[in-house]
C-alpha cells in the first residue's frame, strides 16, 4: 500500500455539474500531481502542485482546478462537466519535486452522464 | 516531450525472465528513463528509473542501452501477479517535469 488515499472511489454525475475530488498524499511528500486516465489509455498529466503552488500544467481546459492545503492534502475540481470528463482520476504524491518517483493512488471512477 | 514505443502486448510463463522492450530514439541528455506498471484496478506502480548505467532492485532490472535509445525492463522471473500493464516513460529533470505516459506494454502471464 502506497499511502496515498483518494476519495471517492466512484461517483457519477450529471453534465454541466461540478466535482471535487480529494487526495491525501503520502506522510511527508510536499509534491502532489493529478492524472486522468480515460478506458484503455495511459494516464495523462492534469497538473502538480508543490508546496500549495501549482507547479506545471498539462494541457487541460481552466475549468479543471486544483488545491494543495498545508498539510499536503490536495484537491481536483472540475466545473461544467462534459460526456468526456467521464475516466479514472489518479492522485501521485512525490517526496522530492521533478525527480524520484510517484506514489499513485488507487483513483476516484467518475461517470458523466 | 520526446516519446517511447513499446509493443502492445506480451505473452510469458510463469517462472520465467520477462523482457520488455521499449525503444526511446529521441531521448535527449537530461531525460531519466522511468518504468511503472499498472495492475487491473489499481494506479501505476513505481518500479524502476535509470539515466545510463542498468539498473537493479527488488522488483526487476533496467538494462539502458550504450546510446540510451533503447532500454529493457527485466523480469527475473514472472509471476502470475507480474500480469499488468508496464510503462516505460521518459522523464525530463529539470523544472515542471511530468510522466507522459503512453499506451504501455500488456504482459500476460501463463501458469
Known amino acids: 500500500e502506497t499511502g496515498v488515499t483518494q476519495s471517492p472511489t466512484h461517483l457519477i454525475k450529471t453534465r454541466g455539474q461540478q466535482v471535487t475530488l480529494r487526495c491525501s498524499s503520502q506522510?511527508?511528500?510536499?509534491?502532489v500531481s493529478w492524472y486522468q486516465q480515460a478506458l484503455g489509455q495511459g494516464p495523462q498529466f492534469i497538473f502538480q502542485y508543490y508546496r500549495e503552488e501549482e507547479n506545471g500544467r498539462g494541457n487541460f481546459p481552466p475549468r479543471f482546478s486544483g488545491l494543495q492545503f498545508p498539510n499536503y492534502s490536495s484537491e481536483l475540481n472540475v466545473n461544467a462537466l462534459e460526456l468526456d470528463d467521464s475516466a479514472l482520476y489518479l492522485c501521485?504524491?512525490?517526496?522530492?519535486?521533478?525527480?524520484?518517483?510517484?506514489?499513485f493512488g488507487e483513483g476516484s471512477r467518475l461517470t458523466v452522464l | 516531450d520526446a516519446k517511447t514505443t513499446q509493443p502492445n502486448s506480451m505473452e510469458s510463463n510463469e517462472e520465467e525472465p520477462v523482457h520488455l522492450p521499449c525503444n526511446h530514439s529521441t531521448i535527449s541528455g537530461t531525460d531519466y528513463i522511468h518504468w511503472y506498471r499498472q495492475l487491473p484496478s489499481q494506479g501505476p506502480e513505481y518500479v524502476i528509473h535509470g539515466l545510463t548505467s542498468n539498473v537493479n532492485n527488488r522488483m526487476a532490472s533496467l538494462a539502458i542501452a550504450e546510446d540510451r535509445k533503447s532500454s529493457t525492463l527485466i523480469l527475473h522471473r514472472a509471476t502470475l501477479r507480474d500480469a499488468a500493464v508496464y510503462y516505460c516513460?521518459?522523464?525530463?529533470?529539470?523544472?515542471?517535469?511530468?510522466?507522459?505516459f503512453g499506451k504501455g506494454i500488456t504482459l500476460s502471464v501463463r501458469p
Open positions: 501521485a504524491s512525490s517526496l522530492r519535486l521533478n525527480t524520484g518517483e510517484l506514489f
Open positions: 516513460i521518459l522523464r525530463y529533470s529539470g523544472a515542471n517535469s511530468k510522466l507522459t
Open positions: 506522510s511527508g511528500h510536499n509534491t
